[in-house]
């Protein structure tokens, strides 16, 4: 019986560290996505890396409010 804890026990650990892991690597992707997003609409446009990240935040906080103003109206 205790031999069984313990293998169950390894695996959720093995498991615990296999999904962080992963996790920190999505992050990081994540992170360098929207860094080159951004450079890639400052090239386009033809302004700075900042400004095309504040221009995808705009687009974000338009569609927040837009759902927002859906949930309270409709």
């Known amino acids: 019986m205790s031999g069984n804890f313990r293998d169950r026990h390894t695996e959720t650990q093995l498991l615990l560290g296999m999904f962080s892991f992963l996790w920190l690597v999505?992050?990081?992707?994540n992170v360098w996505f929207y860094i080159i997003l951004s450079k890639a609409l400052g090239e386009i446009h033809q302004f700075s890396s900042w400004m095309g990240f504040l221009s995808l935040l705009m687009i974000l906080f338009a569609f927040l409010f837009l759902a927002v103003f859906f949930?309270?109206?409709f």
């Open 71 to 73: 949930m309270v109206f």
């Open 26 to 29: 999505d992050l990081v992707l």
